[in-house]
Nanobody
Framework: QVQLVESGGGSVQAGGSLKLSCTGS????????MGWFRQAPGKERERVAT???????DYSDSAKDRFTISRDNAKNALFLQMNSLKSEDTAIYYC??????????????????????WGQGTQVTVSS
């Protein structure tokens, strides 16, 4: 069973930065697609960014140019550096991992249901 634990959330003023971290519990972490998702109050959960085992990344339009996803497979760790934060970035941020990876651009096309393992979430609040 894969366990994911997020940290690094908090409150920040608009324009500020935060770095989220996620730690996985088992060595197959490095073989999985990883992603950050978020859910704002009253809204559906949305994909923010994904990274595959080869460190190929993909971003939502809202995250592009402001957020950077990265991973450290040696430490079973996933990161999300968030810069130029806006009030609309306020949400609970979730780390997620897929059950498998099939190579190529599969991670980029993976649906939310392909991400079978989820962390408990960490709150990010951006005040204007």
């Amino acid at each position: 069973q894969v366990q994911l634990v997020e940290s690094g959330g908090g409150s920040v003023q608009a324009g500020g930065s935060l770095k989220l971290s996620c730690t996985g519990s088992e060595p197959t972490f490095k073989s999985r697609c990883m992603g950050w998702f978020r859910q704002a109050p009253g809204k559906e959960r949305e994909r923010v960014a994904t990274i595959d085992p080869n460190a190929s990344t993909d971003y939502s339009d809202s995250a592009k140019d402001r957020f950077t996803i990265s991973r450290d497979n040696a430490k079973n760790a996933l990161f999300l550096q968030m810069n130029s934060l806006k009030s609309e970035d306020t949400a609970i941020y979730y780390c997620a991992a897929t059950r498998s990876w099939y190579g190529g651009s599969w991670c980029r096309a993976a649906s939310e249901t392909d991400f079978g393992y989820w962390g408990q979430g960490t709150q990010v609040t951006v005040s204007s």
